[in-house]
C-alpha cells in the first residue's frame, strides 16, 4: 500500500478521523502494514500483547474464543476499518480472544509508543479510549492493592473494612412500642443482657431507640419522669441513624462518627432487618482502637488529645491491610481528623474563657481548606484553616478582630500539638488575610474579581475548597454563594489563555529539559536529592485535583471533595462517563501510590514527603504510574482550552 492508500484508510476510521490533516499524514508515514492469508492468525488466545493496534485496511476476521476442552467458538466479525487488539495494546496483558482471518487480509499496524503519543497529545482522540484506559487501571488498582495487602499485611487480625454490615449485625431486632411502659422496657433488655431497643410505632415502622444511657439519663441523672408511669415516647431518642445489610462495615463507622451515635439500624427495603452498635465493631478488634471517636470526645486537655492522636495512624494501617477502599480511607480518616479539629475547638474554647477572654463576641464560623476541606486527608497535613466571623459594630471592630486572633493561635497551637503541622504559607486565622468579618470577606471578593491580582488569585484558588466545620457554619452561605458567581464570571471575561509554565507529569515526544524521548515518558526530577523521583502529589494528584476543582466551580458545583464533584460533574452532563472513569480512577490510583509509599517511609523512621522513583516500582505499579498520569495530562489538555492558564499555576 502506498502513503496515500494508508492515508485513506484512517481517514475513514473512527476516531482517526477526527485528527487533524497534518497529523494523519505524519502517522500514515509511520504506519505498518501487514499481509495474511486465509486462516491464519493475526494473535492467538493466551498470547502475550505485541504492542499493536491492527486496522483493517481490506479482508474478514473471526474473533474466536476456545474453552477449557478445546472447543473454538467464533464470538464476532471485524470488518474493514475495525480495529483489532485495542484493549490489549493499552494492557500489555495477554490477548483474551484469537483474531483469524477467514480471507485475504491486510492491516495498517500501529506501535503502542505510536498510539500513545496519539492519546497523550489529542485530548479528543484520547476520549474514544478513555474507557479502556480507565478499565485497564481499574483492573491494575484492584490487584494491586489485593496484591500489597497480602504481601505486608498477611499477618494482620480479622478484616474490619472488608466485611458488611449483615455479617455482624444482629437480628432479630428486639422492638416495643412506643407507647409501653419504660419498666417494662428495661425489664427485656436486663433478661435479653442488651443496651438497645428499638421502639416502633403503630404501623410497625421504627421511629426511636431505647437505650441504657437513655435511661439513665433521663430517670436517674436529671429524674424527669417518674419511673411507675414513664412511658416510652417521652425518652425515646427519635434520630435513628439508617444503614444497609450491604455496606461495608467502614461505611457504618463513618455513620456512627459523623451522626455521634453508638448504634444503627440496619434497613432493607423499608424493613428493619438488624442493627448494630458500636460494640459489635469493637468485638472485631482485639486492640480496641475503635473507641477512639468516644476517646476524642472524653479527653479533657490537649494534651491527652494529642495521645489520642497518635493512634488515628494505626487505624489507617489497618484501613491499608484490610482492601478497604480509597474513598472508605478518606472517609473514616478525615472525619476522624475532623473529629480531632472539633474536640480542639472546644478545648480552646474552654481555654479563652479561663483566660479570661469569655465567649465569642459574636458569632464565627471556622472553616478548612485544603485536603482537609476535600475529605482527602490520609496522613495529618498541614493546617489550611480560615475564619469568617459576623460584622461586629463599628466601635468594637478592632477587640472582636483581637479576640479571633488570640482564639486562633490557641487552636493553631492545639492542632500543632495533635500532629497537624502549621502551614508553611501562612494560609492561617492568626494571619489577617484569612481572618475577616463577614463584609470584609466579601468586599475582597469583590475587589479580586476587579484586579485578579495574582496573590488574590492565589487566594481565590484555595477559598474554592473551604467547608467550614465548626461554629455558626450559615455566617458562610453568602460568602461561598458570592465566590463561586465572582469565580464563573471570571472564567467567561478571561477566556484567553495564559502560559500555563506547569511541566506535564508525563511527556509526549519530548520530556522536560528537550532531551528526545518516546511517549509516556514519566517525567521526574533533573537533579537535587530527589533525582530522577517524581512528586506523585505536585506531578499528579494535584493537576487532577486543580482540573476537577475549575470544572466543578465553573458549573456552579460547591461540593468541596474531589469525588464528589465527579459524580455531580457528570450527574450535570459536564464530563462524560468516560472521563468520570478515567479521572476517577487516575485519581485513586496516585493516591494509593502514594499513600503506599508514605506509609513505608514512615516505616522506615522517614518522613513522608510524596516523592518514589518510578523505576523501582513493580511493572505493574509503573503501568498503573502511567495510566493515572496520562489520566491527569488529559484533563490539563482540556483545562487548557477551557480556562486561562492562571488558574492551573495559582490553583495547588
Given at each position: 500500500?502506498?502513503?496515500?492508500?494508508?492515508?485513506?484508510?484512517?481517514?475513514?476510521?473512527?476516531?482517526?478521523?477526527?485528527?487533524?490533516?497534518?497529523?494523519?499524514?505524519?502517522?500514515?508515514?509511520?504506519?505498518?502494514?501487514?499481509?495474511?492469508?486465509?486462516?491464519?492468525?493475526?494473535?492467538?488466545?493466551?498470547?502475550?500483547?505485541?504492542?499493536?493496534?491492527?486496522?483493517?485496511?481490506?479482508?474478514?476476521?473471526?474473533?474466536?474464543?476456545?474453552?477449557?476442552?478445546?472447543?473454538?467458538?467464533?464470538?464476532?466479525?471485524?470488518?474493514?476499518?475495525?480495529?483489532?487488539?485495542?484493549?490489549?495494546?493499552?494492557?500489555?496483558?495477554?490477548?483474551?480472544?484469537?483474531?483469524?482471518?477467514?480471507?485475504?487480509?491486510?492491516?495498517?499496524?500501529?506501535?503502542?509508543?505510536?498510539?500513545?503519543?496519539?492519546?497523550?497529545?489529542?485530548?479528543?482522540?484520547?476520549?474514544?479510549?478513555?474507557?479502556?484506559?480507565?478499565?485497564?487501571?481499574?483492573?491494575?488498582?484492584?490487584?494491586?492493592?489485593?496484591?500489597?495487602?497480602?504481601?505486608?499485611?498477611?499477618?494482620?487480625?480479622?478484616?474490619?473494612?472488608?466485611?458488611?454490615?449483615?455479617?455482624?449485625?444482629?437480628?432479630?431486632?428486639?422492638?416495643?412500642?412506643?407507647?409501653?411502659?419504660?419498666?417494662?422496657?428495661?425489664?427485656?433488655?436486663?433478661?435479653?443482657?442488651?443496651?438497645?431497643?428499638?421502639?416502633?410505632?403503630?404501623?410497625?415502622?421504627?421511629?426511636?431507640?431505647?437505650?441504657?444511657?437513655?435511661?439513665?439519663?433521663?430517670?436517674?441523672?436529671?429524674?424527669?419522669?417518674?419511673?411507675?408511669?414513664?412511658?416510652?415516647?417521652?425518652?425515646?431518642n427519635s434520630h435513628l441513624v439508617t444503614v444497609g445489610p450491604e455496606s461495608f462495615i467502614g461505611q457504618?463507622?463513618?455513620?456512627?462518627?459523623?451522626?455521634?451515635?453508638?448504634?444503627?439500624?440496619?434497613?432493607?427495603?423499608?424493613?428493619?432487618?438488624?442493627?448494630?452498635?458500636?460494640?459489635?465493631?469493637?468485638?472485631?478488634?482485639?486492640?480496641?482502637?475503635?473507641?477512639?471517636?468516644?476517646?476524642?470526645?472524653?479527653?479533657?486537655?490537649?494534651?491527652?488529645?494529642?495521645?489520642?492522636?497518635?493512634?488515628?495512624?494505626?487505624?489507617?494501617?489497618?484501613?491499608?491491610?484490610?482492601?478497604?477502599?480509597?474513598?472508605?480511607?478518606?472517609?473514616?480518616?478525615?472525619?476522624?481528623?475532623?473529629?480531632?479539629?472539633?474536640?480542639?475547638?472546644?478545648?480552646?474554647?474552654?481555654?479563652?474563657?479561663?483566660?479570661?477572654?469569655?465567649?465569642?463576641?459574636?458569632?464565627?464560623?471556622?472553616?478548612?481548606?485544603?485536603?482537609?476541606?476535600?475529605?482527602?486527608?490520609?496522613?495529618?497535613?498541614?493546617?489550611?484553616?480560615?475564619?469568617?466571623?459576623?460584622?461586629?459594630?463599628?466601635?468594637?471592630?478592632?477587640?472582636?478582630?483581637?479576640?479571633?486572633?488570640?482564639?486562633?493561635?490557641?487552636?493553631?497551637?492545639?492542632?500543632?500539638?495533635?500532629?497537624?503541622?502549621?502551614?508553611?504559607?501562612?494560609?492561617?486565622?492568626?494571619?489577617?488575610?484569612?481572618?475577616?468579618?463577614?463584609?470584609?470577606?466579601?468586599?475582597?471578593?469583590?475587589?479580586?474579581?476587579?484586579?485578579?491580582?495574582?496573590?488574590?488569585?492565589?487566594?481565590?484558588?484555595?477559598?474554592?475548597?473551604?467547608?467550614?466545620?465548626?461554629?455558626?457554619?450559615?455566617?458562610?452561605?453568602?460568602?461561598?454563594?458570592?465566590?463561586?458567581?465572582?469565580?464563573?464570571?471570571?472564567?467567561?471575561?478571561?477566556?484567553?489563555?495564559?502560559?500555563?509554565?506547569?511541566?506535564?507529569?508525563?511527556?509526549?515526544?519530548?520530556?522536560?529539559?528537550?532531551?528526545?524521548?518516546?511517549?509516556?515518558?514519566?517525567?521526574?526530577?533533573?537533579?537535587?536529592?530527589?533525582?530522577?523521583?517524581?512528586?506523585?502529589?505536585?506531578?499528579?494528584?494535584?493537576?487532577?485535583?486543580?482540573?476537577?476543582?475549575?470544572?466543578?466551580?465553573?458549573?456552579?458545583?460547591?461540593?468541596?471533595?474531589?469525588?464528589?464533584?465527579?459524580?455531580?460533574?457528570?450527574?450535570?452532563?459536564?464530563?462524560?462517563?468516560?472521563?468520570?472513569?478515567?479521572?476517577?480512577?487516575?485519581?485513586?490510583?496516585?493516591?494509593?501510590?502514594?499513600?503506599?509509599?508514605?506509609?513505608?517511609?514512615?516505616?522506615?523512621?522517614?518522613?513522608?514527603?510524596?516523592?518514589?522513583?518510578?523505576?523501582?516500582?513493580?511493572?505493574?505499579?509503573?503501568?498503573?504510574?502511567?495510566?493515572?498520569?496520562?489520566?491527569?495530562?488529559?484533563?490539563?489538555?482540556?483545562?487548557?482550552?477551557?480556562?486561562?492558564?492562571?488558574?492551573?499555576?495559582?490553583?495547588?
Open positions: 500500500m502506498e502513503d496515500h492508500e494508508i492515508l485513506t484508510v484512517l481517514k475513514r476510521t473512527d476516531p482517526f478521523e477526527i485528527l487533524e490533516a497534518d497529523v494523519l499524514k505524519q502517522l500514515s508515514k509511520k504506519t505498518g502494514i501487514k499481509a495474511y492469508f486465509p486462516n491464519s492468525y493475526v494473535f492467538r488466545q493466551g498470547d502475550q500483547s505485541l504492542d499493536r493496534l491492527f486496522i483493517i485496511a481490506s479482508g474478514l476476521v473471526e474473533i474466536t474464543v476456545t474453552n477449557d476442552r478445546g472447543l473454538e467458538s467464533v464470538v464476532g466479525l471485524r470488518r474493514a476499518y475495525d480495529f483489532l487488539g485495542e484493549t490489549v495494546i493499552l494492557s500489555q496483558q495477554r490477548y483474551p480472544a484469537s483474531a483469524r482471518a477467514k480471507e485475504d487480509l491486510v492491516c495498517l499496524v500501529i506501535t503502542r509508543k505510536q498510539f500513545e503519543k496519539l492519546i497523550y497529545d489529542h485530548p479528543e482522540f484520547s476520549s474514544f479510549f478513555n474507557a479502556l484506559l480507565a478499565e485497564r487501571m481499574r483492573l491494575l488498582y484492584e490487584e494491586i492493592v489485593a496484591q500489597k495487602s497480602y504481601e505486608a499485611y498477611s499477618s494482620a487480625e480479622s478484616p474490619l473494612f472488608g466485611k458488611r454490615v449483615s455479617e455482624i449485625m444482629s437480628f432479630p431486632v428486639v422492638t416495643c412500642s412506643m407507647s409501653d411502659s419504660v419498666s417494662a422496657v428495661s425489664k427485656i433488655m436486663s433478661e435479653k443482657d442488651i443496651s438497645a431497643v428499638i421502639a416502633l410505632d403503630s404501623e410497625q415502622k421504627p421511629r426511636g431507640i431505647i437505650t441504657e444511657s437513655s435511661l439513665v439519663k433521663h430517670l436517674i441523672a436529671q429524674q424527669l419522669y417518674p419511673i411507675s408511669t414513664c412511658r416510652v415516647e417521652q425518652i425515646v457504618a463507622l463513618v455513620s456512627m462518627i459523623r451522626n455521634k451515635t453508638r448504634y444503627l439500624i440496619v434497613m432493607e427495603r423499608g424493613r428493619l432487618v438488624g442493627i448494630i452498635a458500636m460494640v459489635d465493631l469493637i468485638k472485631l478488634r482485639s486492640t480496641g482502637q475503635m473507641l477512639l471517636t468516644q476517646n476524642i470526645e472524653s479527653q479533657q486537655s490537649i494534651q491527652g488529645l494529642s495521645v489520642i492522636s497518635r493512634e488515628v495512624d494505626h487505624i489507617l494501617g489497618d484501613m491499608v491491610a484490610e482492601k478497604a477502599a480509597l474513598e472508605e480511607i478518606l472517609d473514616v480518616m478525615s472525619e476522624l481528623h475532623e473529629r480531632l479539629t472539633q474536640r480542639v475547638m472546644e478545648l480552646s474554647d474552654e481555654r479563652m474563657k479561663r483566660e479570661g477572654w469569655g465567649s465569642a463576641p459574636v458569632d464565627y464560623c471556622w472553616i478548612n481548606l485544603g485536603s482537609a476541606a476535600r475529605y482527602e486527608q490520609t496522613l495529618r497535613t498541614d493546617q489550611d484553616n480560615a475564619i469568617l466571623y459576623a460584622d461586629p459594630e463599628p466601635e468594637m471592630r478592632r477587640a472582636v478582630d483581637a479576640y479571633f486572633k488570640k482564639f486562633a493561635e490557641i487552636v493553631v497551637e492545639g492542632l500543632e500539638a495533635c500532629g497537624f503541622a502549621r502551614c508553611p504559607e501562612n494560609i492561617s486565622p492568626v494571619h489577617t488575610p484569612w481572618r475577616r468579618s463577614q463584609s470584609e470577606w466579601l468586599l475582597w471578593v469583590k475587589k479580586w474579581s476587579k484586579t485578579f491580582l495574582p496573590r488574590d488569585t492565589r487566594m481565590m484558588a484555595i477559598l474554592l475548597d473551604l467547608r467550614p466545620v465548626w461554629g455558626n457554619k450559615s455566617l458562610s452561605r453568602d460568602f461561598v454563594d458570592s465566590l463561586f458567581s465572582v469565580f464563573r464570571q471570571s472564567l467567561q471575561v478571561r477566556r484567553k489563555p495564559v502560559a500555563d509554565d506547569t511541566p506535564p507529569p508525563i511527556s509526549a515526544g519530548v520530556p522536560a529539559g528537550g532531551s528526545a524521548g518516546f511517549p509516556g515518558t514519566i517525567v521526574t526530577e533533573k537533579s537535587g536529592i530527589h533525582k530522577d523521583e517524581i512528586n506523585l502529589k505536585s506531578a499528579g494528584i494535584q493537576h487532577l485535583v486543580s482540573g476537577i476543582r475549575i470544572l466543578a466551580a465553573g458549573c456552579g458545583i460547591q461540593e468541596p471533595s474531589t469525588l464528589g464533584r465527579l459524580e455531580q460533574l457528570a450527574a450535570a452532563g459536564a464530563i462524560s462517563p468516560e472521563e468520570l472513569s478515567l479521572y476517577r480512577t487516575s485519581f485513586e490510583s496516585l493516591m494509593l501510590l502514594a499513600l503506599d509509599e508514605n506509609l513505608k517511609k514512615i516505616g522506615q523512621g522517614r518522613l513522608p514527603d510524596n516523592y518514589l522513583d518510578p523505576y523501582a516500582l513493580r511493572k505493574r505499579e509503573r503501568i498503573l504510574l502511567k495510566d493515572a498520569l496520562s489520566g491527569a495530562a488529559h484533563l490539563q489538555k482540556i483545562i487548557n482550552q477551557k480556562a486561562s492558564g492562571i488558574w492551573l499555576t495559582n490553583m495547588t
